[in-house]
């Protein structure tokens, strides 16, 4: 019997919880008028997307250059840099991100998450992070906004 890899562990767990997500999604009465789009669309095609993705990650094979080298000791990594500290701080900027999303609208908000969370990970191309990070959040609230008919926090943006 083979051993599962990490990725392997990492997608039995991500799909599970896309079962769970799928199993609630299809809780979701559909809307009594007639849409295109109905409420319950998007989150079941995100579940499913995302369970097609656990599979592929299953179904990945490791590289040898996937493979860390054992190490003896610990490097010495700056407090902030180091892989419980960046889980630390992903999860408090996600935190100050949900209380600001309303005041600040979706828009600025999403793009400070995402401009942040980018450079604290090491990309230092400014120009294109925040061409990336304006582009795709843009392009969200467009979608949900303008095709799907959410609503999403304006904030201090007239749009």
Known sequence: MTR????QWLALVIALFSL???????????????????????????GVVLLGLAL???LEKPEARDIPEPVDDEPTLPL????????????????????????????????LLSFGLAWYYGYRRHGINLA???????????TMTRI????LPTGILPI
């Open 4 to 7: 599962l890899n990490t990725n």
């Open 20 to 46: 769970g997500y799928l199993a609630m999604a299809f809780q979701i009465p559909s809307f009594p008028l007639p849409r295109p789009v109905d409420s319950d669309l998007f989150p079941k095609v995100l």
């Open 56 to 58: 592929l990650l299953f």
């Open 80 to 111: 902030l840099l180091r892989p419980w500290s960046r889980v630390v701080v992903t999860s408090l900027a996600i935190a100050a991100y949900a209380g600001v999303l309303v005041p600040i609208g979706f828009v600025v908000a999403s793009t």
């Open 132 to 142: 990336v990070s304006l582009g795709v959040v843009l392009a969200l609230y467009l």
């Open 148 to 151: 799907m008919n959410v609503y």
